[in-house]
């Protein structure tokens, strides 16, 4: 099976790469256009004009074709009411022609920002087929000392950011978060970097500075269609700095409350022969919100635990990589970098409980090669987590994986109409929870072994000068699951160049991850059982009897979650000086892959069949095996009805396991603007209305699908930029709301929080800053079972060259 879908994805890339071949002959045009005062301008239409070719400019400016007669051409360059043109172009048969263009346009801000994650292709964000949010990099490095990516998207609209530990976030959109929440698909230039046991994210694992990051962007929203399971609600993909865009070093020190100090470093240079190269390296070493709660906790309901955290209050983090860009005349770029994060300290919340990282490696690496129409990429990534441990059972639970996916895309323009991509992709994961200390594996059986693939594309056909048809549709193939094909249709409205109107319907799935399909994981300390062994013994049989594991497990009978989505949307450059964005949804939910639930007790009966009543070996004498259960019986009382047998027939206590459950409808309204009120003003708002209904359940299981969520929450910001110095105070506010995730379950307060970030550039070289969150110091929890939050002061001062 593995050789056949590897074959797959490479038939496509030599599909991709055919019309490259047979465009040998030709030339190719690759260029820039620039503002006179400096900086690359985004989303400029360029066109040639003798043959009709068009693309937009990146958000650097930077734009290129390929397959260009030879001949002499000229361009034109459109960005709203400014127009310039270049004559004269010529181009030869196996040779690249470079236009550099410097321009001295008004543009307001709406006009230059692109977007590459709703359609994997750059275009406008008001032409965009899905709601999109954009960070940028002006807006990134202000507040890049705090080093918490999910804080970046915090007063965004429509993100919901539940933070528990310094690095402990949840980060989800439109409903329905959790613990260790996966629905958000999450890149970083292409590489998946979720832990693969879980899905989710290990935020504290971030292996550089965040103001390395070029753009991030969110994509609101199922995106099954282009980026598959874990994308039921949406994408947040990150592009890291070009070294060749992004020449020079930082040195960056930052300090305050919570006893940290954090140093990143970054440099970026030319090599010479179109070779550069960047390195960025740093240490977090600080304390955090965690407390203990062996013996008492911070808030009324939370479980306790038996094992104290250590180290106590203390996280350390160090990072380091390397890359190397390879640019070509035709617009080419062949990238290879790799780096190591290792990390101490942080704990986080599962469904277990909370489990402290105390070593984890995660080294990784990447290989990627694009063309203007062509893109091919190569990453592995790994864990080694020799020190993990459950702080509600005290187990040691060391967690081995390894990623290994290759992608390749193209994308072509079909006449002066339409736009397709296409692509396919090939995983291959690796778990294995092997402890060396005891020769057993820590959470699973047996070691795991998976293979995925999928092919996609997308059709962007302009039906007439106003509307946009998109389709677009995925396969993904896996092993845990048949095959699923995701389907997505959009009708973009342009009212004119900068207001759109957008009508969208999606089909998105989520499969259930290793845990909730293989999990072994301790849910109590193991019960002594080793006096039954004697009846066993007594006939020269051995039952396995002695300390007995209380394990939580997972359940390989799990259905897909399945998602079907419409919503209507619109975004609009309103008196270029605003970016409106409005969004309602209504989704059906089904299939709903519960958090761990009590083997029996609950109204679905025994959750998981896969481990029925406990069986005596079979070469026990049936006298004697009736003996054995009648004392079981008596001596467990109502515990006897979790006692089972493993995969191997050993005995065992099942606390704990996942099912499906439930039918829901959710829907909602996203609102965000951004105001510029002039050159140094600038107001942001967002609101985000969430509902649901649960269409069929069990009795007495709805609370347990509780969406985590809240039905209201707003933000707010205000920012003054002057010439050499920078202040914004940044707020939201959440309504209460029910939290439910396996041993967690309460109320979450309604709270509010303010964030301050200033900068001031002493010289051209030496720049201060301050990040303090939680202004106010409003102590407060976000999600049940997370860390009481209270404020945290940070100072900053980078040297730069």
Known sequence: MKSSRILGVFALMTLALAPLAMAQGNGSIAGTISRDSGGGVGGVAVVVNEIGAATLTDSNGRFSFVGVPAGTYSLSFTLGANVANEEGVEVSAGDSTQVAKSVDWNITFGDTITVVSASRRVERIVDAPAAVTVVTEAEIEKQASHGQLPKVLEF?????????GVYDYNFNTRGFNSSLTRRVATLIDGRDPSVP?????????VSFPLDDLASVELVRGPSAALYGANASSGVLNMLTKEPRSSQGGQIRLTAGELSTLNLDARWAGHLGNDFYVKVVGGRRSHGDFTVSRVGTTEYPGLPGEVVPLNPLDDDEITFYSARVDKHFDDGGLFTIEGGDLSLE???FQTGIGRVQLTDVERPWGRLNYSRPHFNFLAFQTKRKATGQRALSSGASIPLDTERIAFEGQTNWDIGEKARIVAGASFADEDIDSLNPVTGRQSLLFAPISNEKSAFFAQLDWNLSDKVKLVLAGRVDENDLHDSQFSPKAALVYSINPNNTLRFGYNEAFQVANYSEFFLQAPAAPPVNLSPFEAICQSVGVSCGFGITPVLALGNKNLKLEEVKSTEIGYSGILGGKAFLTIDVYQSENENFITDLLPQFGTALGQINPNFGPYAPPAALPAPVAGI???TLQGALGPSFA?????????????????????????????????????DRWTFNLSYSYFDFDIKSSSPGLDSLLAPNSPENKASLGLAY???????SVSGRTVEGFFWSVGPFQGQVPSYQTFDLTGNLHVTDHVQV????SNLLDDEHYESFGGDILDRRALGNIAFRW
């Open 197 to 205: 046991f879980l899905g989710a994210q290990e935020w504290a694992a």
């Open 156 to 164: 965004t609209p429509g993100a919901e950011v539940t933070q528990s």
């Open 642 to 678: 979790i006692l089972s047998n493993n995969l191997d027939g050993s005995p065992i206590l099942v606390g704990a396991s996942y099912t499906n459950f439930g039918q829901v409808d959710t829907q909602g309204v996203d609102v965000g603007l951004n105001y510029y009120v002039d």
């Open 345 to 347: 300290g942080p704990a």
């Open 721 to 727: 930029s002057a010439d050499r110095w920078d202040l």
């Open 769 to 772: 800053g301050i990040q303090i």
């Open 628 to 630: 054995l259960l009648a």
